[in-house]
């Protein structure tokens, strides 16, 4: 859980929910490496964003989503785990050193 480079001050994070202060689109990539199949997608305000699913049956690529959301004033933003297990994040996937896990959010207008 580290925190990467931000720009401005409208996006904020507490507990792993982030507040989108400022209405609009946003553009939200993120990616992981998971040990399990597993589905994940986006949620605003706890409900979940249907057209932003996606998942892996098998194998160990990682799991990667890209979707458009359009939020009112500090809507909330979570990564979470639509599938019906748990999901374990991979620690050190194809080597010795730790893996990353990777959230970007970008206010398009």
């Known amino acids: 859980p ?8 409208i996006i904020t994070q ?3 929910t982030f507040i989108l202060a400022a209405a609009g689109i946003y553009l939200v990539t993120f990616q992981v490496s998971v040990n399990e199949a597993a589905q994940l997608a986006l949620a605003v305000n706890g409900i979940t964003l249907s057209q932003s699913v996606v998942g892996r049956a098998t194998g160990t690529s990682q799991i990667v989503g890209t979707s458009m959301v359009t939020v009112v004033t500090n809507d909330a933003l979570q990564v979470i785990n639509s599938g019906f297990i ?7 996937a ?13 206010r398009l207008q």
């Open 94 to 106: 194809g080597g010795i050193n730790p893996v990353s896990a990777h959230l970007t959010i970008q």
């Open 2 to 9: 580290n925190v990467g480079v931000a720009s401005g001050s």
């Open 86 to 92: 748990a999901i374990t994040i991979t620690p050190n």
């Open 14 to 16: 507490p507990n792993g």
